[in-house]
Structure formats: C-alpha cells, structure tokens
C-alpha cells in the first residue's frame, strides 16, 4: 500500500514538475539583441499610450495626439529618438518605430535604471576637447567626438551620469552638422536637450 502511495506521489511530483518548466518568463527584453548604435528597444509601454519605456529603463511621456499610434506598436520594437526640429512644439523628441515607420511627439521623463546592464554611463568626459567615452552595465565602452558648436554644452557633465543615444536624422541636419548622432543626458535636460556626436574608435 506504501508502495503504491509513493509511486503516485512521484507521478503527481512529475506532472507538476513538467507543467512550472513548460512555462517561460515573459520578460519584454531578452538578452541575444545586438543594437546598433541609436537605436532602442521598447520594453514596455502604458496601457493608453501615454508612457514608453526603453531597454535600459528609460521613460518617455508620449503627447495627446499621438498615444493611439503608441497603443498599436509592439514590444521589442527597435525605437529611434531624436530631436524635434520644430520650434514651439509641444513635445522636444520624436520616437520613431522602426518596424511601422510611424512617430511620435514624446518628453524625456525619467532617466535610465542606473545599474542596468542596457544603460549607457559616462565613463570618461573632457569637456574641452569634446570627447565622451561611456561604459554600459556589461562593460562595453564607446567613444564620442562631439560637434564643435555643443562642447560648451557638456562643461557640467560628470562622469557616471547615465545618457540615451538618439539619431540626428531630421531633414535639416545634413546641413547643419556632419553628426550622425545625438547624446541625451536626463541629468543635465534642464540646461541642454542634446548634444550631437558622432562614434569614434577608442
């Protein structure tokens, strides 16, 4: 009678043991994604809209106008930020979705997660030469050589504040600058929104 006690319990302990491992973590950003540079993932996104959040934990509010479109984009979408080009604009970044090509008007609202291993640190800043090297959560270094006319906009940045990298891809920057990219610091938004930079060798 023991016997048979325990074999059903080693059939039943079986059962529920296949049944846990048979179900995957949702977790909206796996680890196997290689981004190129400027571009994000969407991790997660509010229910109406209103908020995205990037890879590394970052937070975007998204404008009135544009929150529907928001609704139908997917997670794991690759996202580019960049500026809005447009003067009185009620929103100072656009977010365009790679996958749809469509965009929307957004505020930096809060910055990324510190130790993320997605997030990107300054690791080394010379405010007078214009060269920025950050460091992500996983060790990875990148150098930046900033556009001549925004040094003097990074002469109080530190080292070990967090930055996104957006893209400088409106339709005029071709002529204003040879940068590919832009460098956001939420620290520092209220004294400058972006400096442009291009990707350097170390």
């Given at each position: 009678?023991?016997?048979?006690?325990?074999?059903?319990?080693?059939?039943?302990?079986?059962?529920?043991?296949?049944?846990?491992?048979?179900?995957?973590?949702?977790?909206?950003?796996q680890e196997h994604?290689?981004?190129?540079?400027?571009?994000?993932?969407?991790?997660?996104?509010?229910?109406?809209?209103?908020?995205?959040?990037?890879?590394?934990?970052?937070?975007?509010?998204?404008?009135?106008?544009?929150?529907?479109?928001?609704?139908?984009?997917?997670?794991?979408?690759?996202?580019?930020?960049?500026?809005?080009?447009?003067?009185?604009?009620?929103?100072?970044?656009?977010?365009?979705?790679?996958?749809?090509?469509?965009?929307?008007?957004?505020?930096?609202?809060?910055?990324?997660?510190?130790?993320?291993?997605?997030?990107?640190?300054?690791?080394?800043?010379?405010?007078?030469?214009?060269?920025?090297?950050?460091?992500?959560?996983?060790?990875?270094?990148?150098?930046?050589?900033?556009?001549?006319?925004?040094?003097?906009?990074?002469?109080?940045?530190?080292?070990?504040?967090?930055?996104?990298?957006?893209?400088?891809?409106?339709?005029y920057s071709r002529?204003?600058?040879?940068?590919?990219?832009?460098?956001?610091?939420?620290?520092?938004?209220?004294?400058?929104?972006?400096?442009r930079a291009n990707?350097?060798?170390?």
């Open positions: 009678m023991m016997k048979r006690f325990f074999q059903i319990c080693l059939v039943l302990l079986s059962v529920t043991t296949f049944c846990v491992a048979d179900v995957t973590p949702y977790s909206p950003v994604f290689i981004l190129p540079q400027g571009t994000q993932l969407l991790a997660a996104k509010g229910i109406d809209g209103s908020l995205i959040e990037l890879q590394d934990g970052a937070q975007f509010e998204i404008v009135d106008a544009d929150r529907e479109e928001v609704m139908e984009w997917k997670t794991n979408s690759p996202l580019t930020i960049s500026a809005n080009p447009y003067w009185f604009s009620s929103s100072d970044f656009f977010i365009t979705n790679r996958h749809t090509g469509t965009y929307v008007g957004a505020n930096y609202t809060a910055g990324p997660v510190m130790d993320h291993h997605f997030t990107n640190r300054i690791f080394h800043i010379d405010p007078y030469e214009g060269e920025i090297i950050l460091i992500d959560g996983r060790g990875n270094q990148t150098c930046w050589k900033l556009d001549p006319h925004d040094i003097k906009h990074v002469q109080c940045w530190e080292k070990g504040e967090t930055v996104i990298i957006g893209a400088y891809d409106n339709w002529f204003v600058s040879s940068s590919k990219f832009i460098i956001v610091s939420y620290e520092n938004l209220d004294f400058v929104k972006f400096v990707n350097v060798p170390l």
